[in-house]
């Protein structure tokens, strides 16, 4: 498909983001002149691109899928990375996104121009204008790797664990893998019965709990199929569970022991070394950095062919990896599971609003949105999992159809009333996210006494969403223009 040569809605990444939006637009009205542009060369984000060793959902499929597509077929409790991908490409086909999207497209620049109220977008594959920009580009799309020294003088093969070197085999390797979060729990279980050694890199132990997963019966789908009332009441009852430990979160409660007594009796039943369960027990309160799924990751660090160091890093040399106190670890292969950038996103360096300048200029390092998805000095645009709109508790897939749904009924009001361009007003910018660092303030994330990538250049959490999930939908559930400068079109042509 090629671009036009201009389009209203430009959805910019066809993930869960981008595509629940356009199904929504597209449900709303068939005719939408919406189009996804995506740099990949298939729809699915994050779980096209993740395809480590057992890389599978670490929130039940039943909460973390659209809540316009339930789906019976799901193999377990946590949906493995394979169904999660098909199932999106099923979404895609069923809802019609599929003819809107144009693949192997990468946004490369998009300029605001305010004389004209349209976006000049430049892309890969050719240039086009928008009335609307929506960059659902996801938080946790851009691989991060240390800039460690002596790294390319490395002999070896290294790769990240979101962009997996399936043409490199580990059979009786000696791999390093460095990095100790979500990832990592997943796919080192998965390497260390082939490799011939896997010694893993800790910075700072993580609170794990056992993940409740299990395989659903066949009764149970068919159940699901022939009564989808009962599927969307076990859904309802994951959120609420699910709603319950957020609140437990967000206010640092007392019932925060409870799972350090779950996390360190699951420690306790798979460690038998004291020294290792000693390295692996953190020291900052549970649920401070996200807490870990796993029934098979601290097993496996248990291993005699697994060998865990928490001395810090040192540097890489020809021949591996150097700790900080000194001891060269040499290894054939070095796996990052160093995780992503979300406070710095290639995108903002992309958006240029109307005083020319671009997000990440904005931003410096510290991002702020209203309502996590509009910012001032950039009309028209949209942010899909923006600043804030994070979770330690629940789906980001119910975040990100909240934030559809206010989009769509931004789109409308554009529509309806002749609007060329909405500006979300400073004031009102200004306001939301004092009350959003105010609210952060009593939470775990705060006063957990960790340090996380939640924070950024300027000690801002800019990344959680600081309560229950039902507050942000109720925030979102209709577009508030009240809080926005709007100009129409009339006034634009005069
Ligand atoms: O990355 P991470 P991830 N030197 O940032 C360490 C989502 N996700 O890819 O803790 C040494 O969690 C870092 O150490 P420290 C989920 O939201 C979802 O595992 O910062 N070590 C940490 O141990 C998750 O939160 C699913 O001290 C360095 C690790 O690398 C997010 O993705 C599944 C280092 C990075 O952990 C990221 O997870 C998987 C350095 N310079 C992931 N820099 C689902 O199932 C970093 N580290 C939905």
């Given at each position: 498909?090629?671009?036009?040569?201009?389009?209203?809605?430009?959805?910019?990444?066809?993930?869960?983001?981008?595509?629940?939006?356009?199904?929504?637009?597209?449900?709303?009205?068939?005719?939408?002149?919406?189009?996804?542009?995506?740099?990949?060369?298939?729809?699915?984000?994050?779980?096209?691109?993740?395809?480590?060793?057992?890389?599978?959902?670490?929130?039940?499929?039943?909460?973390?899928?659209?809540?316009?597509?339930?789906?019976?077929?799901?193999?377990?409790?946590?949906?493995?990375?394979?169904?999660?991908?098909?199932?999106?490409?099923?979404?895609?086909?069923?809802?019609?996104?599929?003819?809107?999207?144009?693949?192997?497209?990468?946004?490369?620049?998009?300029?605001?121009?305010?004389?004209?109220?349209?976006?000049?977008?430049?892309?890969?594959?050719?240039?086009?204008?928008?009335?609307?920009?929506?960059?659902?580009?996801?938080?946790?799309?851009?691989?991060?790797?240390?800039?460690?020294?002596?790294?390319?003088?490395?002999?070896?093969?290294?790769?990240?664990?979101?962009t997996w070197n399936h043409d490199h085999d580990l059979t009786g390797e000696r791999v390093a893998v460095i990095g100790t979060g979500a990832s990592a729990v997943q796919f080192v279980p998965e390497i260390a019965p082939r490799a011939k050694h896997v010694t893993v890199f800790q910075r700072t132990p993580a609170w794990v709990i056992p993940r409740l997963d299990r395989v659903l019966s066949d009764p149970e789908k068919r159940l699901y199929r022939r009564m989808p009332l009962v599927q969307k009441a076990v859904r309802g009852s994951v959120y609420s569970f699910r709603e319950a430990l957020g609140g437990v979160l967000a206010h640092a409660t007392g019932l925060l022991p409870l799972f350090e007594m779950v996390a360190k009796a699951h420690l306790r039943r798979q460690v038998r070394d004291p020294e290792l369960r000693r390295k692996l027990t953190p020291d900052f309160t549970i649920g401070c950095k996200r807490m870990l799924l796993s029934n098979d990751w601290l097993r496996t660090l248990d291993r005699p062919d697994v060998t865990l160091v928490d001395a810090g890093l040192a540097g890489i040399t020809e021949d591996g990896v150097v700790d900080a106190v000194g001891n060269e670890h040499k290894v054939d292969t070095i796996i990052f599971a160093t995780g992503f950038t979300p406070t710095e996103p290639p995108v903002a360096h992309a958006l240029r609003g109307t005083d020319g300048h671009t997000l990440a200029e904005h931003w410096k390092g510290s991002p702020h949105a209203y309502k996590g998805t509009t910012v001032?000095?950039?009309?028209?645009?949209?942010?899909?999992?923006?600043?804030?709109?994070?979770?330690?508790?629940?789906?980001?897939?119910?975040?990100?159809?909240?934030?559809?749904?206010?989009?769509?009924?931004?789109?409308?009001?554009?529509?309806?009333?002749?609007?060329?361009?909405?500006?979300?007003?400073?004031?009102?910018?200004?306001?939301?996210?004092?009350?959003?660092?105010?609210?952060?303030?009593?939470?775990?994330?705060?006063?957990?006494?960790?340090?996380?990538?939640?924070?950024?250049?300027?000690?801002?959490?800019?990344?959680?969403?600081?309560?229950?999930?039902?507050?942000?939908?109720?925030?979102?559930?209709?577009?508030?223009?009240?809080?926005?400068?709007?100009?129409?079109?009339s006034e634009q042509e005069a």
């Open positions: 498909m090629s671009l036009p040569q201009h389009v209203h809605t430009l959805v910019v990444g066809a993930g869960f983001a981008g595509m629940g939006l356009a199904a929504r637009i597209l449900r709303s009205g068939p005719e939408a002149d919406v189009l996804i542009i995506e740099r990949g060369h298939d729809v699915g984000g994050t779980w096209r691109d993740n395809t480590y060793p057992g890389c599978a959902c670490d929130v039940p499929t039943s909460l973390y899928s659209f809540s316009f597509a339930p789906s019976a077929d799901w193999s377990h409790t946590f949906a493995r990375q394979p169904e999660i991908y098909r199932y999106l490409k099923k979404v895609a086909a069923d809802t019609g996104i599929l003819s809107r999207v144009v693949t192997d497209c990468a946004l490369e620049q998009a300029d605001w121009d305010d004389a004209k109220a349209v976006w000049h977008v430049r892309t890969s594959r050719g240039s086009l204008t928008a009335d609307v920009v929506v960059a659902a580009t996801g938080a946790l799309s851009t691989p991060s790797i240390p800039d460690m020294p002596g790294l390319d003088t490395f002999g070896g093969t290294t790769f990240h664990s979101a001032t000095g950039f009309p028209n645009l949209f942010l899909m999992y923006g600043p804030n709109t994070n979770l330690g508790h629940s789906s980001i897939v119910y975040m990100l159809e909240s934030q559809s749904a206010y989009i769509t009924d931004a789109l409308d009001a554009m529509r309806d009333n002749d609007i060329a361009a909405f500006e979300v007003t400073e004031e009102a910018q200004r306001r939301y996210n004092a009350r959003i660092q105010s609210g952060l303030q009593s939470t775990v994330w705060n006063k957990g006494g960790c340090s996380s990538w939640y924070y950024d250049a300027e000690g801002r959490n800019s990344v959680q969403w600081p309560t229950f999930t039902f507050r942000f939908r109720s925030q979102l559930q209709r577009f508030d223009r009240e809080n926005y400068v709007a100009r129409r079109k």
